[in-house]
Nanobody, 128 residues
Framework: QVQLVESGGGSVQVGGSLRLSCAASGFTYSSNCMGWFRQTPGKEREGVALLWTSSGITYSYYGDSVKGRFTISLDNAKNTLYLQMNSLKPEDTAVYYC???????????????????WGRGTQVTVSS
């Protein structure tokens, strides 16, 4: 099983930027669908960005609310997944979770919730 640890959250003003990191350990070679989700109290967990990779091919997917502002990336050498968040808005305030699993490309979707591994989350707060 893969262990995931998020970092990089914090408080930022509207329009600011943050970069989240998700360090993976364990059977990291077994994961090819990795991504970021977020959740606020009383709401369902929302898919933010996903990355599927296999044999040198990589697909990235973004939620409509973050397209053009967030960028997901993977550093294989460091076993670390990143989420660069720019032009942050108050509605981006949430706990951000990292997730990983091994799937076919068609099963690596923002609507997926049954990932094999989840991190504990990192808080992002955007204030006006």
């Amino acid at each position: 099983q893969v262990q995931l640890v998020e970092s990089g959250g914090g408080s930022v003003q509207v329009g600011g930027s943050l970069r989240l990191s998700c360090a993976a350990s364990g059977f990291t070679y077994s994961s090819n669908c990795m991504g970021w989700f977020r959740q606020t109290p009383g709401k369902e967990r929302e898919g933010v960005a996903l990355l599927w990779t296999s044999s040198g091919i990589t697909y990235s997917y973004y939620g409509d609310s973050v397209k053009g502002r967030f960028t997901i990336s993977l550093d294989n050498a460091k076993n670390t997944l990143y989420l660069q968040m720019n032009s942050l808005k108050p509605e981006d305030t949430a706990v951000y979770y990292c997730a990983a699993d091994r799937t076919l490309w068609r099963d690596c979707t923002l609507g997926r919730r049954d990932f094999g591994s989840w991190g504990r989350g990192t808080q992002v707060t955007v204030s006006s």
